[in-house]
């Protein structure tokens, strides 16, 4: 089982790095007054960690939420 585990990490590894060589082109993004230039694979990278972050932080908003309208304390 342990050598299908590192199939499988070999295999996603391969994929992000080849997903990184195929997407080298650059792309600005402008927020107001600022803008930045970077390539597209680092930009979905950072998109992907940012909606990691904020979709964790809402469950964990929205539990709080439930909690406190069924009156039980964490």
């Given at each position: ?30 927020l107001f007054s600022m803008s930045l ?20 932080a809402l469950w964990s908003l929205l ?12």
């Amino acid at each position: 089982m342990r050598f299908v585990y590192m199939g499988l990490i070999f295999l996603v590894t391969a994929m992000v790095l080849l997903f990184k060589v195929q997407n080298l082109t650059s792309v600005t993004i402008s927020l107001f007054s600022m803008s930045l230039t970077l390539p597209v694979s680092l930009l979905i990278f950072g998109v992907y960690i940012l909606g990691m972050l904020t979709g964790s932080a809402l469950w964990s908003l929205l539990r709080g939420f439930l909690r406190g309208a069924k009156g039980k304390t964490a």
